[in-house]
């Protein structure tokens, strides 16, 4: 399959998901959120609509949208609810990967998502793990067949899922990982939903277990730490996440202007007399939420303009083809950093217009009915994933020293404190030309 830059970046975009599909999902979000009620309905809906296509190319039967253009269809997603567009987040990593794939692997993945599978994610184990290491593993059977064992916690969108993607300890112990993606039906599958963190409680975030499972041959993928898969990947792992707080926000909006607008009672205190909705101090509060749902939306989807051009560099310089030996474009790392600046900025944003939306009409909006908490939890927990201060400082690395981002491709316990040592299995990052030398990296800045 060959690959051009501009099939990444310049494909018509479809049309977009029903406007009516996104209002049914919406009405239905309280009483979700309420019921602890798994949207499977709502989830079989959205494949059926072929929303898990939208970035398999068009020749191997998808709709190619561009990131940009997916970024955007999963913000509106997310402002129906924010649980529903979070949970299909490990399914479009796994189809991102897939365009490092072998032809092979390529050709049958991309065939059965355009046909409507999904891919789950199970990568994070809860503990017990040193850092660069893994539990789960791959091994090999009496007849030679890969089999794999172990349990994974934060196994997000997985029990929504025709397939899971797991991450797993090289056969022979040896550092690095690979992938198996196994049928969640699967013989020795046991998928729990024991997620209890307060914010997006519907994602099916949970344990996945995995006992002797037996993996297809064209299902164990490779994966090598560095190559422009691993730091793409990374990059869009944290953009698709930001895409979620920016439906957030506009969720928050949108229901704060509801309120407003219906509302009859006011305070003596206001010292208007007015309805909310003509009261200037109230319209002020709409006004700075809309203003920093704008900028958090803007930021967004800038970053995935900027994952599409990296995305196009290091494919036209050959990043994807078997057997690449050569230096990653910098442009590549281009995605990683634009995103790392965006997570030290939009979930602050994000989260104070959800706080925001409770000083327009007072004590009525905690009524648990209402579920108006739902936004600051859901964006204070899609906020918590990766903290934000670890992002901060890469980004001050870059600028001071111009050491590229690693990305976060592991997490496990730490190996305790060694002066002027990194973690290990994990390599000092690569650094740009000396600035004061005169060289233009030609990152983002």
Known sequence: MSRTPSEETHAAPAAGLPESLLEEIAEGAVDRELGRILPFEQVSRLDAAGFGALRVPREAGGLGLSIEDLIGEVIRLAQADSNIAHLYRGHFGFVESLRFQPEEIRRLWYGRVAEGATVGNASTEKGGNALGTLNTVLSRDAAGGWRLDGEKFYSTGTVFSDYTRVSAAEPDGSPGRRFAVVATDAPGVTVHDDWDGFGQRLTGTGTTVFEAVPVEPLAVLNRVAGTHEAVHEAAFFQL??????????????????????????????????????????????????????????????????????????????????????????????????????????????????????????????????????????????????????????????????????????????????????????????????????????????
Do not use: C
């Open 240 to 445: 698709y996440l930001l895409a979620v707080q920016a439906g957030i926000a506009r969720a928050a909006l949108r229901d704060a202007v509801a309120l407003v607008a219906r509302r009859t009672r006011t305070f003596n205190t206001s010292g208007s007399g007015l309805p909310f909705r003509h009261d200037p101090l109230i319209q002020q509060i709409i006004g700075t939420m809309s203003a920093k749902t704008m900028v958090a939306e803007a930021v967004v989807r800038e970053v995935a303009r900027v994952h599409d051009r990296s995305l196009a560099a290091g494919l036209a310089a050959g990043t994807a083809e078997p057997g690449f030996g050569g230096e990653l474009p910098v442009a590549v790392y281009e995605a990683e950093l634009a995103v790392e600046k965006a997570q030290a900025t939009v979930p602050a944003i994000v989260l104070e217009v959800t706080q925001e939306l409770f000083q327009t009409v007072g004590a009525s909006a905690t009524a648990r009915t209402k579920a108006l908490d739902r936004h600051w939890r859901n964006a204070q927990t899609v906020a918590t994933h990766n903290p934000i201060v670890f992002r901060a400082r890469s980004i001050g690395d870059y600028e001071v020293n111009g050491a590229l981002p690693e990305g976060l491709n592991a997490i496990g316990d730490a190996p305790g404190p060694a002066a002027g040592t990194h973690p290990a299995g994990s390599a000092a990052p690569a650094t740009l030309p000396d600035r004061d030398a005169g060289e233009d990296s030609g990152a983002a800045r």
